[in-house]
């Protein structure tokens, strides 16, 4: 090993152990020891100021000595260090608005001196100091006052920081605007540091390539984002940009994903609750971020004229839909709401949640089963809902094959049960929260749930018809599968990606239609309002998605890359499972509303007083005969409804 190279080496080990291991600790000076160190360096100012007068050939009269004008300018500088308290601040920590402070305390002093000087020279026809003097030592005391901040800052940045760069993530924020450089900051200064941030990103185009903020490069975006990335060796991406619509964000993202970059996004400045925690502000994109879609516009006027000051009753209520429905019910100001479900704790847990946010609305919390007629019968005894919105259901399809006799149960009779009694008791509307499972069923719980769509639709044509003072009005939504529901399919995913891997996925071909929570229960919302009686609400959903790409881009969002990191594994269908589910039958045809994303399907409705008989022989199987003779009864009140990876496919022949 060469000297050269030693000498490296043991200068290196110095430096870490004197400033890394021993001067990482300290704590902040003590205000005193700042203040003395401003008043040296007044000192070291007039000790140069006098050596640069005493070099000028020109001699200044005047009527105090060096000594004498230098120590009344160090006391009167010191005064205005303590009336602008400029030893108050962290050195460390200095910002620009220190160094206006330390040049308004400077200039005071400057200026008091300079207006007792010409004072005295009107009064005595004598100069009390040298006003060049005066001027040289306002100069280099102010350089010397900030150049002293400047410098620790810069050390205690370089040397002081417990962060090895090497381990920092190497980041490029995506934006040069003011919310971008307010982020760049934050997070430069943050303590432990979690990003070391290494350029800008502007969209614009026209932006020259050397201009720089922070001392940092401003790259125009003159190529694809992952090509800037990775010239300039970054590990992620930070978007800050807040000029982007959401198409160009989702565009950037997966992009980034597609090339195994990490990508965040930051809220503006103005929003950060917590000023301190700034890496906690930063997030990763939710899978919902890159959903395809359109933001849902309501008609926020016809819900509320609608359900202001109106009992409301949601069944299934601590559920995952029926929850949202009641978080959103409340904003529109209803009278009372009954939260009724049959699952104890989650619906003591939401109890407690709305409470805090219901106002002047009236909570009721009701632990029943839909499938208890007596129950039920009690709830509209001694509540009287003007609104019903019914979403509770069994709904897991694997779960439902193997045991037919409680999506029965449940399903069909839990729904029969409140049908009937919202007419009994003039319920205004019945909105039943369905499926896209029900469409061309392939599963006991998509058949269920479509003899349920038969009865409520039959049931609000044949009372209107039997009954002229009928005012109940039922309506049916459908949609596809929710994002983040109770065993859904991103809380698995979510689960498994945490645990290592792999994702399991059933089918590498399988496709779905999803939405997030608050989307559907948007839009149940609104087709309840809009609703006449009788209709089935199909929501759109937007692009279909592949289940498998979903599974990717998820752990891509996670920061790891697929099926190197983290595996996925088919494990192939599930009974009653298929490939693609559908919003309409094939026979069936939608007619637009005046939401475009709400369309009504016109689905054949079939005779009440047959449906009706179906239902009541296919409740009674269920109470006493076994599987096939169930599913048998289903598939008769369902023609369309073909079992698919399940023991019951035999019926179907």
């Not at 003395?36 to 050596?51: E, H, K, L, W």
């Not at 971008?180 to 540091?193: D, F, G, M, Q, Y």
């Not at 009372?463 to 949609?479: E, L, V, Y």
């Amino acid at each position: 090993m060469s000297l050269r190279h030693m000498n490296k080496n043991i200068f290196k080990e110095l430096e870490m152990s004197i400033f890394n291991k021993k001067f990482q600790n300290i704590g902040y000076l003590p205000r005193w020891i700042i203040f003395a160190i401003d008043v040296f360096i007044v000192t070291v100012a007039c000790v140069i100021t006098t050596y640069i007068i005493h070099s000028l050939s020109v001699k200044f009269p005047a009527s105090l000595d060096m000594i004498s004008f230098n120590l009344i300018i160090v006391l009167v500088n010191a005064v205005f260090f303590m009336i602008y308290r400029t030893y108050s601040g962290i050195i460390r920590h200095s910002t620009f608005i220190d160094g206006i402070k330390l040049l308004i305390s400077a200039a005071s002093s400057y200026f008091v001196l300079l207006f007792i000087n010409i004072g005295y020279y009107v009064l005595t026809n004598k100069k009390l100091f040298l006003s060049t003097g005066l001027f040289i030592t306002f100069v280099i005391s102010f350089l010397l006052l900030f150049l002293f901040r400047i410098l620790v800052k810069n050390i205690f940045e370089k040397y002081l920081s417990s962060d090895n760069n090497k381990k920092l993530v190497k980041a490029v924020i995506y934006g040069a605007d003011a919310n971008a450089i307010s982020v760049a900051n934050a997070l430069r200064t943050e303590k432990p540091s979690r990003f070391n941030l290494v350029a800008f990103i502007d969209k614009y185009k026209h932006t020259k390539t050397s201009k720089s903020i922070l001392d940092l490069p401003i790259v125009n975006q003159s190529k694809n984002i992952h090509v800037i990335l990775r010239s300039l060796g970054a590990e992620a991406l930070i978007i800050a940009e807040k000029s982007l619509t959401k198409q160009e964000t989702v565009a950037i993202v997966e992009e980034c994903l597609e090339y195994n970059f990490k990508v965040f996004t930051v809220p503006l400045i103005t929003d950060w609750e917590d000023q301190k925690q700034i890496s906690n502000q930063l997030k990763n994109f939710d899978i919902e971020d890159l959903l395809h879609r359109k933001p849902i516009v309501l008609d926020n006027q016809s819900i509320s004229a609608q359900i202001d000051g109106k009992t409301v009753l949601i069944t299934g209520g601590a559920g995952s839909i029926g929850s949202e429905i009641v978080r959103q019910v409340i904003h529109f100001s209803p009278f009372k709401i009954i939260i009724l479900d049959q699952a104890e704790s989650p619906l003591h847990n939401l109890r407690l949640e709305i409470n805090e946010i219901a106002g002047k609305v009236k909570i009721r919390t009701v632990l029943a089963d839909v499938k208890d007629f007596e129950a039920m019968e009690y709830v509209f005894q001694t509540y009287k809902p003007d609104y019903v919105y019914h979403a509770a259901a069994y709904k897991h399809v694997p779960l439902m094959e193997e045991n037919p006799a409680q999506a029965i149960l449940t399903n069909v009779v839990g729904t029969k049960n409140l049908a009937d009694l919202s007419c009994r008791y003039q319920v205004e509307k019945f909105v039943l929260i369905s499926t896209d499972k029900a469409v061309n069923p392939s599963s006991v719980m998509g058949a269920s749930k479509r003899i349920a769509e038969k009865y409520v639709q039959s049931l609000n044509f044949y009372a209107k018809n039997s009954n002229p003072n009928s005012t109940a009005k039922f309506i049916t939504t459908r949609f596809g599968n929710v994002l983040g529901s109770n065993g859904s399919i991103v809380p698995l995913f979510t689960k498994q990606i945490q645990e290592g891997g792999p994702l399991t996925i059933t089918h590498p071909e399988i496709i779905r239609y999803f939405m997030t929570i608050p989307e559907a229960c948007q839009l149940v919302l609104e087709a309840g309002a809009m609703g006449k009686g009788g209709e089935i609400y199909i929501f759109d959903m937007g692009e279909p998605v592949k289940i498998i790409d979903l599974a990717k881009k998820m752990i891509r969002l996670a920061g790891f890359v697929p099926d190197k990191e983290i595996k996925i594994k088919i494990i192939g269908l599930r009974p009653g499972e298929k490939l693609y589910e559908e919003l309409l039958n094939d026979t069936s045809k939608t007619l637009p509303t005046h939401n475009e994303k709400i369309m009504i399907g016109q689905d054949k409705c079939d005779d009440f007083e047959m449906i009706n008989v179906l239902v009541s022989d296919l409740i009674k199987i269920a109470m006493k005969s076994s599987n096939d003779e169930i599913v048998g009864m289903m598939k008769k009140i369902v023609p369309e409804f073909k079992s698919m990876n399940s023991v019951f496919e035999t019926l179907d022949h």
